[in-house]
């Protein structure tokens, strides 16, 4: 069975001054990402009326930045590593939903062409199909969560890591090593120089990460299932298992769990900070 992607604490820390003493310590804020413990002062913030400070406005002024920087060099070669990895995460989903759903993955694939195939037998088609859109704009969603704070940061980058070692040994060809490894080795070094230096990067890399994924999920989404029926594609699978609902229509819903998933990313990375 081929499912197959066309192209397309306690305490705070406190800043370090150049004084002996403190004599006043109610207008010291711990900055934004740099808090390896904190202490909740009003439980969750879910109305989010602590919001929002300097550092919540630097995270939301972050995402649309993130965004125009990619708009601005989509169609460059500087993408290209960027939307392999976002196929990547597509596919690690259909062999997620396969896994959860008692199945067996026989093989990942990752194209030059922006395509993937992943190879799988048994499993439950009713998850494992949807899973590879819908998905990989969960995993967007969720890593822009997890950007809200520095220790989330720093394990769902390890995380993340772990993922693309395991899927190495599902029979990838050579694309896919050479992705893997060079992304492996990029967020590894991020990772050492956060922890070693204590200079937060990784928070501003998952970020990136998850905007990145996120936006790609949608506008493959809206490139493959909307504009146009692609013969062999995750929606015209949907179709062959429901007839009633057209490929348009399947690409459609999945479009809007797709910004479903990015907003309430954004909204609970700005929960998490607001409510510390």
């Not at 990895?85 to 959860?100: D, G, N, R």
Request: aromatic fraction near 14%; proline fraction near 3%; charged fraction near 15%.
């Amino acid at each position: 069975m081929f499912l197959r992607q066309d192209q397309v604490s306690d305490t705070m820390d406190i800043p370090y001054v150049l004084s002996d003493t403190i004599t006043d310590t109610s207008t010291v804020i711990p900055p934004w990402l740099s808090q390896d413990v904190v202490e909740s002062t009003s439980g969750t913030d879910w109305t989010l009326s602590n919001c929002c400070d300097e550092y919540e406005k630097l995270l939301i002024a972050l995402v649309p930045s993130y965004l125009f920087l990619i708009l601005l060099l989509w169609n460059t070669f500087l993408m290209k590593p960027m939307k392999l990895i976002a196929v990547f995460v597509h596919e690690m989903s259909h062999a997620t939903a396969c896994w959860l759903t008692c199945g067996k993955v026989e093989g990942i694939e990752v194209h030059l062409n922006e395509g993937g195939v992943t190879k799988y037998r048994g499993g439950w088609r009713w998850l494992i199909i949807p899973a590879g859109y819908c998905g990989g704009a969960f995993w967007g969603g969720f890593l822009v969560t997890m950007s809200g704070n520095r220790i989330a940061a720093l394990v769902s980058s390890v995380v993340f890591c772990v993922a693309m070692l395991v899927s190495l040994r599902f029979s990838p060809n050579r694309t896919m090593v050479f992705l893997n490894l060079f992304f492996i080795t990029l967020t590894v070094a991020f990772i050492v120089v956060d922890t070693m230096l204590d200079i937060v990067l990784t928070n501003y890399l998952t970020l990136f990460y998850g905007v990145f994924i996120g936006a790609f999920s949608v506008y493959d989404i809206y490139d493959d299932l909307i504009t146009r029926t692609v013969e062999g594609s995750d929606a015209h699978a949907c179709f062959k298992l429901i007839p009633c609902c057209l490929p348009r229509c399947v690409g459609l819903q999945f479009a809007v769990v797709a910004l479903m998933f990015q907003a309430l990313g954004l909204y609970f990375a700005l929960v998490w900070m607001t409510s510390t």
